[in-house]
């Protein structure tokens, strides 16, 4: 689907507009959005807007890393937004040049129709910037980066929980926990690092170099952006030391099932060897015929044992 909104000088909304009406000078600027375009509908941006081939290519191929590119009378960014529920990554195109943004994306987007809609909705502005492309883009951008914090805090929250609960769970569990948290987070990183590039390079263009207004609201964006980082990397230092306390618990545990098992099996090793003795069964063996045989081995077991645990207990390897 191809929708087109222009906006005349008097900075008055007009939607539905057919998109070959985008040039008439009537209009000071337009939005053509595409959703889940059809392959005929995407070959608009070659045939009507004369995008370059590594743009457009770009656009069909998903998934790019966000990033900008610069060309003569437009520039070219690639967004990520995330879904909530999965982290999957949607690819979100944006053209912008001097009177006109192209937005293009594969999948229906809440954040690009909730700014279509309050586009449409708005009146008359006394801000000329906040009628023209980049105030577009900001309120894009910004959309899409405000998604991002719910995100966070959702796998900031289930980190909590997992510290809190830590002691009810097996240790194979929480690993599994921390590996899936970490997992999570690997992929917030991987969107939120790169776009926090794309802003910076944004406030750094040479395209809004005097503009104050539009700057300072990328700039707000980049600040949003670089809080979302630093949160991931405390949350990726975290689950590392969750991991590696885990480890540690689980070394210690075992250690302890180490050393009682060695403690049974040194207690037993005299028993055994004094039981395979008198096992043997030779002939010539004058304790085998002796009436209390039997009962005095059994005591020298149990002195023997009783001895050995205590002498353990003395060296503190009980401890």
Not at 178 to 198: A, C, G, N, T
Request: aromatic content about 12%.
């Amino acid at each position: 689907m191809i929708r087109v909104m222009g906006i005349t000088h008097e900075h008055k909304v007009e939607g539905d507009i057919p998109l070959e009406r985008i040039h008439d000078t009537k209009y000071a600027w337009s939005w053509v959005d595409f959703s889940v375009p059809s392959d005929e509908e995407a070959e608009k941006l070659d045939s009507f807007f004369g995008f370059h081939p590594l743009a457009i290519e770009d656009c069909l191929l998903v998934l790019q890393r966000p990033k900008i590119d610069y060309y003569d009378d437009y520039q070219f960014l690639v967004l990520h937004d995330l879904d909530p529920g999965t982290l999957e990554t949607v690819e979100v195109n944006l053209f912008i040049g001097s009177k006109y943004i192209v937005s293009f994306h594969h999948k229906p987007l809440e954040e690009i129709d909730g700014v279509w809609d309050k586009l449409m909705k708005q009146t008359q502005s006394k801000k000329g910037w906040a009628r023209g492309p980049f105030s577009a883009a900001y309120m894009i951008i910004d959309s899409l980066v405000d998604q991002y914090f719910p995100c966070v805090y959702a796998v900031e929250d289930e980190l909590d929980e997992l510290e809190k609960q830590g002691g009810h769970e097996s240790v194979e569990t929480l690993m599994n926990q921390v590996f899936d948290l970490r997992s999570r987070l690997l992929k917030l990183r991987r969107s939120i690092v790169p776009m926090r590039d794309l802003m910076y390079r944004l406030l750094n263009s040479q395209h809004i170099q005097g503009e104050r207004e539009p700057r300072a609201h990328f700039a707000d964006i980049h600040d949003h952006l670089l809080k979302l980082s630093e949160m991931i990397e405390t949350d990726r230092e975290m689950t590392a030391d969750l991991r590696d306390s885990y480890i540690s618990l689980n070394s210690n545990r075992m250690n302890s099932i180490m050393k009682t098992l060695t403690v049974i099996t040194t207690v037993f090793m005299p028993l055994s060897l004094i039981a395979g003795i008198y096992g043997m069964n030779f002939t010539n063996m004058p304790e085998l015929g002796w009436h209390y045989g039997y009962f005095a081995v059994i005591a020298l077991m149990l002195l023997l044992s009783v001895w050995m645990i205590l002498y353990f207990k003395r060296r503190g390897w009980f401890k």
